[in-house]
């Protein structure tokens, strides 16, 4: 089994990247989700979602992308991931892909609403509300109500 922790405090650095994502603070949450990797070469799927994550928050759709297909890669059955690549492709204006992806959520989870996950994501943890409702907005154009 793959070590998810290393003495070296990556884990810390994992946790506190996805906090500070989901509060909105993706500037900050960048450097720490790339020191994570840098300092667990073991690294679990997780980090490289919150690395993605960093990059959504800001707004690099693009950059996400690599990091979501490491977590997909490490993960394929996580239907999480797959609710985070629709969402991106769709911010993109790739909507076949988003489609596909959406497809593969209700696949994997059928019974995932877009509200169910916009409470378990964000809870009532931001301030500013355009970050989640540009997530919404993304997965309901890719085909999840």
Same mark, same amino acid.
């Given at each position: 089994m793959r070590p998810f922790w290393t003495a070296n405090n990556a884990l810390a650095y994992d946790h506190l990247s996805d906090r500070l994502a989901r509060l909105g603070r993706g500037k900050e949450a960048l450097p720490l989700a790339k020191k994570a990797i840098r300092l667990n070469p073991v690294a679990p799927w997780w980090y490289f979602a919150h690395l993605? =994550? &960093?990059?959504?928050?800001?707004?690099?759709y693009e950059e996400p992308l690599a990091a979501y297909k490491e977590t997909k890669h490490r993960s394929p059955n !996580? =239907? &999480?991931?797959?609710?985070? %690549? &629709?969402?991106?492709?769709? !911010?993109l204006g790739r909507e076949e892909e988003a489609r596909a992806e959406a497809t593969e959520v209700l696949r994997l989870k059928p019974d995932f609403s877009v509200d169910g996950y916009m409470k378990r994501f964000f809870g009532s943890r931001i301030k500013d509300q355009a970050y989640p409702e540009r997530v919404a907005n993304a997965l309901h154009?890719?085909? %999840?109500k």
């Open positions: 993605g =994550h &960093a990059h959504w928050v800001i707004g690099q !996580l =239907h &999480a991931i797959r609710v985070w %690549l &629709a969402e991106t492709y769709s !911010l154009k890719a085909g %999840l």
